[in-house]
């Protein structure tokens, strides 16, 4: 019934403790696990081919395509619902995913519901959902179901075949390793009319940002690119702000906003 979906690169500390106490804790509705190997040097292999699961399928791709990898994965399973599934996600409830799965199905405006994540302060994504910019998440109910609204991130968020199908699946970007494919897909499945938002009671434990390790230098150069992009955007909107009448008529229709931008 249900696809997991991992990848991993070079985190192989991380991986162990995902499969431990997040794979190894879901329930028997979870039938298709593939872990999706990018070329790891650090000891993933031979972890990796250590593992006794029938529901498990590895793949050593001799490439590190990163996030491109997602598609490729999913093409290799059947099931009619499917999780992505990041390697840094290191703790979980028990049987995280039947309570991914009820919800989702309960929520038919849904198309990818995530795990909320532990308030973690080591960890880059919780720190911007729990410190730096929690005024972008609000908690909803929904057909009795609690929703933490705002920015979706697909560390781990389930999501239906059937749209996938409907949208061509997870854009891949064949000059990039690291990307926002979780972001792209959520646009997708807008245009659609279907909605992302967090489970708020499930929480999993995410294990992002230098803390827990060196990142990759493609995530890296990829997060200085947009973040650049960003102050070159806001710069140009602090002067349409001074042009008489915009900021009022900006206030009141809309158009756009200056976003938050770490220092470079």
Avoid at 136 to 145: A, D, F, K, Q, S
Wanted: aromatic content about 10%; some cysteine; proline content about 4%.
């Amino acid at each position: 019934m249900i696809a997991v979906v991992v990848l991993t690169h070079n985190r192989v500390h991380l991986l162990e403790r995902c499969v431990e106490n997040v794979l190894g804790r879901t329930s028997r509705l979870t039938t298709e696990i593939v872990i999706w190997n990018n070329d790891s040097s650090d000891g993933t292999r031979e972890y990796l081919d250590s593992l006794v699961d029938p529901r498990l399928r590895v793949v050593h791709h001799p490439e590190n395509i990163g996030q491109n990898a997602y598609a490729e994965g999913v093409d290799l399973t059947r099931a009619k619902y499917v999780i992505e599934l990041d390697d840094d996600m290191i703790d979980a409830p028990e049987q995280w995913d039947r309570a991914l799965l009820e919800a989702f199905e309960k929520l038919p405006q849904i198309g990818f519901l995530a795990a909320n994540l532990v308030d973690n302060p080591h960890d880059q994504a919780a720190r911007v959902m729990y410190r730096e910019r929690p005024h972008e998440y609000t908690t909803v109910e929904v057909e009795g179901i609690r929703l933490v609204r705002g920015p979706v991130g697909g560390g781990c968020a389930i999501t239906s075949r059937e749209l996938l199908d409907r949208v061509g699946g997870f854009r891949q970007k064949r000059d990039q390793v690291f990307w926002l494919e979780d972001e792209a897909y959520i646009a997708d499945i807008g245009k659609l009319g279907f909605e992302a938002a967090y489970l708020a009671d499930v929480k999993l434990l995410h294990a992002g940002g230098s803390y827990y390790g060196p990142e990759s230098e493609a995530k890296h150069a990829y997060w200085r690119a947009y973040w650049t992009r960003e102050v070159r955007k806001n710069r140009v909107k602090r002067l349409l702000l001074r042009v008489p009448f915009v900021r009022p008529l900006n206030e009141r229709h809309g158009w756009f906003r200056v976003s938050e931008t770490p220092e470079l």
